[in-house]
């Protein structure tokens, strides 16, 4: 099946400090890329989605400016998190699409923040 | 917008037991489901998915799950459950609209069901 890979898998970051954090889909591409942050004991929130050659859209309530993403090619999308701060701990995970239905995730990247 | 509801955040079963994991969807058009499964600090694995073709649909690992609109219902089951069944369970819908859409292809995901399994 297809392959999602995220780097780093785990990061602990000083507050004030930006963090970037790499989705890839290794054996397809993907012009449809997600980012979801799930705090603990919580579901999935669709925090953007992040298209290939064109502006990333953001969901109400998420800092577009706090969370940069760059999907720069057809198999990385990039989640920069700007001066991080404790709250931004979390466990932020990509999904690829594919057609209409299938999103591939990735193992997710847990980020603390200290 | 569409939604999904779980019903028990938490569901506890012996090895060899049935698995029922339920879930409950709102949506003003034919809703696309999904199960995922989440392991410990990983990502999420598709178990299976309805896209308006069969309702009882098979996923892996022994997984199925049935669509019944007039109980606007996806419950997940598995006759026998095994100790690496263990593991958080999330519903999700696919969003309304078409290409081109804010809401193409989204997904929006349940609270999620921890799955215990005793020996």
């Known amino acids: 099946g297809a392959v999602v890979s995220q780097h780093p898998s785990w990061v602990i970051c000083k507050s004030g400090t930006s963090v970037k954090i790499e989705c890839r889909s290794l054996d397809f591409q993907a012009t449809t890329m997600f980012w979801y942050r799930q705090f603990p004991k919580q579901s999935l929130m669709l925090m953007a989605t992040?298209?290939?050659?064109?502006?990333?859209?953001?969901e109400q309530g998420v800092e577009k400016d706090k969370f940069l993403i760059n999907h720069a090619s057809l198999t990385l999308s990039t989640l920069t998190v700007t001066s991080a701060h404790p709250e931004d701990s979390s466990f932020y995970i990509c999904?690829?699409?594919?057609?209409?239905?299938?999103?591939?995730f990735g193992p997710g990247t847990r980020l603390t923040v200290l | 917008a569409q939604s999904v509801t779980q019903l028990g955040s938490h569901v506890s079963v012996s090895e060899g037991a049935l698995v029922l994991l339920r879930c409950n969807y709102s949506s003003s058009v034919p809703p696309y489901l999904f199960w995922y499964v989440q392991y410990p600090n990983q990502g999420l694995q598709l178990l299976l998915k309805y896209t308006s073709a069969a309702t009882l649909v098979k996923g892996i690992n022994g997984f199925e799950a049935e669509f019944k609109k007039s109980e606007t219902s996806f419950h997940l089951t598995k006759p026998s459950a095994h100790m690496s069944d263990a593991a958080e369970y999330f519903c999700a819908v696919r969003g309304e609209g078409g290409a081109g859409g804010t809401s193409y292809g989204k997904l929006t995901f349940g609270q999620g069901t921890i799955l215990t399994v005793h020996p």
């Open positions: 999904s690829a699409r594919v057609g209409q239905d299938t999103q591939y």
């Open positions: 992040s298209n290939e050659g064109s502006k990333a859209t953001y």
